[in-house]
């Protein structure tokens, strides 16, 4: 195969996982229903906390970014249980899978339409934390928080996507997404509630922010070669 060629097939690949992308966010964007309720749902995590740290002795920065990610985390599983839930309803999986559409588009499409989904629920997430919590960061730490829950919601929405297909079928599907999405996304968790408080702590330095990052792009490519790898057969079977 010619690089000419490699290059159309990638091409093709990117403008079919559009394809599906839009599809799943124009649907969601008529009805609003998961994407209300979730970007809702993270917002009263974050008051909720905010109460009950409010006259705690621990540092505000560790809190706050503690905070952060458990609401990005918890609303992001409401969502999660939607991604292949229209097909299922409407027994079209089968058909999609009929499709011409590469299936590594397939699944690039369903993760992106998430990882937007998760970047809304985020615009609100962010602006009621640095509120409640009366934070005040830099411009240059809010560019780099910008890049920390980029990379952790693009393993998010990796992690998360192929985890739904696996349970597509299963009856208790929600439960069990829940059960098995947490030990995946802990170490992502981890290195995000890490560098978001070294970005917090103004006094701090940023030596093991730069550390996180380096190990969130690694999760990131990692799970991401991995779920296309076994993206088909999951879905297949």
């Given at each position: 195969?010619?690089?000419?060629?490699?290059?159309?097939?990638?091409?093709?690949?990117?403008?079919?996982?559009?394809?599906v992308a839009k599809k799943d966010l124009r649907v969601e964007l008529r009805s609003k229903e998961i994407l209300l309720t979730t970007a809702y749902f993270g917002f009263l995590v974050v008051l909720v906390f905010s109460f009950s740290f409010f006259y705690g002795d621990a540092p505000l920065h560790a809190v706050a970014a503690g905070i952060l990610w458990v609401a990005v985390a918890f609303a992001g599983t409401l969502g999660l249980?939607?991604?292949f839930e229209r097909e299922r309803?409407?027994?079209?999986?089968?058909?999609?899978?009929l499709t011409p559409i590469a299936r590594p588009a397939l699944f690039l499409g369903k993760a992106l339409g998430v990882f937007v989904f998760?970047?809304?629920?985020?615009?609100?997430?962010?602006?009621?934390?640095?509120?409640?919590?009366?934070?005040?960061?830099?411009?240059e730490r809010a560019g780099m928080l910008a890049l920390v829950?980029?990379?952790?919601?693009?393993?998010?929405?990796?992690?998360?996507?192929?985890?739904?297909?696996m349970l597509l079928r299963a009856q208790t599907?929600?439960?069990l997404l829940t059960i098995v999405l947490y030990p995946f996304i802990l170490p992502l968790l981890i290195l995000g509630v890490?560098?978001?408080?070294?970005?917090?702590?103004?006094?701090g330095e940023l030596g093991v922010f730069s550390?996180?990052?380096?190990?969130?792009?690694?999760?990131?490519?990692?799970?991401?070669?991995?779920?296309?790898w076994t993206f088909e057969p999951i879905l297949v079977d």
């Open positions: 195969m010619s690089v000419r060629q490699e290059i159309a097939g990638f091409v093709s690949i990117l403008r079919d996982s559009w394809i249980g939607r991604v309803e409407g027994d079209c999986i089968r058909a999609l899978l998760m970047l809304v629920v985020e615009a609100v997430v962010v602006p009621a934390l640095f509120f409640f919590f009366n934070l005040a960061i830099t411009a829950l980029l990379l952790g919601t693009i393993g998010y929405s990796v992690i998360g996507t192929l985890l739904a297909s599907k929600d439960v890490k560098a978001t408080a070294a970005l917090f702590d103004l006094t550390e996180c990052v380096r190990l969130l792009v690694a999760f990131d490519v990692v799970f991401l070669v991995a779920s296309l």
